[in-house]
C-alpha cells in the first residue's frame, strides 16, 4: 500500500494574518457594540442589577477573547498550517497543539471548489474547498494563481469533470 507518505511542506499565504485580523476585528467589534448598548439599556432603564453584572464580565471576556484572536491566534494559525498535492493524495497538516494530520485519497474527491469573501478579495487570496462523500476541507488564505492551479491539479487527479464545459468534450 501507501508505504512513505512525506510531510506536507506547502504554506499558506503570510497575508492571512492580515485577513483574519481584520475578520477578527469586524467580529468581535460588534459584538463589543451590543454588550455596550445593552449595558446603556440596563443603566437607563434600570433592569435588574444582576444583568449589568453579568454583561460586565461577558464584556470583559469578549475583550480577553478579541486580543487573542485579533494579535495571536492569526500568526500561529499562519504558522502551523501545511498543505501537499500530489496525484494520489491532498495533505493537510495544522495545529500546533492538537496536531491534525488529514489524508484524502484522491479517488474520493468528489468536488473542489475556490471560495472568496471581500476582504480576501482586497489580498487576492482564495480558500480552497476539497469536498468528499462525507465530509469538506478547506485549505485557507492561499494566493490567487496558486488556488487555481492547485483546483485544476486536484479535479485532474481526481477526475472531476467540469459542468460548464461542452457536450461535446471529453474532460481534460
Not at 75 to 95: A, M, S
Amino acid at each position: 500500500m501507501y508505504i512513505n507518505i512525506n510531510e506536507p511542506t506547502q504554506t499558506i499565504s503570510k497575508k492571512a494574518t492580515k485577513v483574519w485580523r481584520i475578520s477578527n476585528t469586524i467580529g468581535h467589534t460588534t459584538a463589543l457594540i451590543l454588550i455596550g448598548i445593552l449595558i446603556t439599556c440596563t443603566n437607563r432603564f434600570d433592569w435588574y442589577d444582576w444583568v449589568g453584572i453579568v454583561l460586565y464580565v461577558l464584556g470583559g471576556l469578549f475583550i480577553v477573547s478579541a486580543v487573542f484572536s485579533i494579535f495571536i491566534e492569526p500568526i500561529y494559525l499562519q504558522r502551523t498550517w501545511r498543505y501537499q498535492v500530489d496525484r494520489e493524495f491532498v495533505q493537510l497538516k495544522f495545529g500546533k497543539w492538537q496536531q491534525q494530520h488529514v489524508l484524502i485519497p484522491m479517488e474520493k474527491v468528489e468536488f473542489v471548489r475556490t471560495e472568496q469573501g471581500p476582504i480576501m478579495r482586497r489580498y487576492d487570496l482564495y480558500d480552497l474547498e476539497i469536498g468528499t462523500t462525507t465530509s469538506n476541507h478547506k485549505i485557507p488564505s492561499i494566493p490567487a494563481e496558486t488556488a487555481n492551479t492547485l483546483k485544476v491539479d486536484i479535479a485532474t487527479f481526481a477526475k472531476i469533470r467540469d459542468n460548464n464545459s461542452e457536450e461535446g468534450d471529453i474532460g481534460a
